[in-house]
Nanobody, 121 residues
Framework: QVQLVESGGGLVQARGSLRLSCAAS????????MGWYRQAPGKQRELVAV???????NYADSVKGRFTISRGTAKSTVYLQMNSLKPEDTAVYFC???????????????WGRGTQVTVSL
């Protein structure tokens, strides 16, 4: 069993900041990439940022220059620093990780349950 648990969401005024955290735990052999997606009401889930192990972060154009993704020293945590927030950033934010649970298994995608971020005017 693998669990991804997000925290740090909440209500913030426009131009404010929030920091999301996600911790992976359970039967983990190795983690390839970790990232963040979001889903606004009535819209499809979209990529916000992804950070491959030992690689370069990729961001959605809509958040470039405002959001920063980083991994913890334990490599099983991922953070999303969100600055200059806009009302259009309002969504449920989901943590995602590409994990191999055993050396003989392929990498699989795992998801957290999501954390709500609401940005008011």
């Amino acid at each position: 069993q693998v669990q991804l648990v997000e925290s740090g969401g909440g209500l913030v005024q426009a131009r404010g900041s929030l920091r999301l955290s996600c911790a992976a735990s359970g039967s983990i052999f190795s983690i390839n990439a970790m990232g963040w997606y979001r889903q606004a009401p009535g819209k499809q889930r979209e990529l916000v940022a992804v950070l491959p192990s030992g690689g370069t972060a990729n961001y959605a154009d809509s958040v470039k220059g405002r959001f920063t993704i980083s991994r913890g020293t334990a490599k099983s945590t991922v953070y999303l620093q969100m600055n200059s927030l806009k009302p259009e950033d309002t969504a449920v934010y989901f943590c995602n990780a590409v994990i191999r649970t055993r050396i003989s298994d392929p990498f699989r995608y795992f998801w957290g349950r999501g954390t709500q971020v609401t940005v008011s005017l």
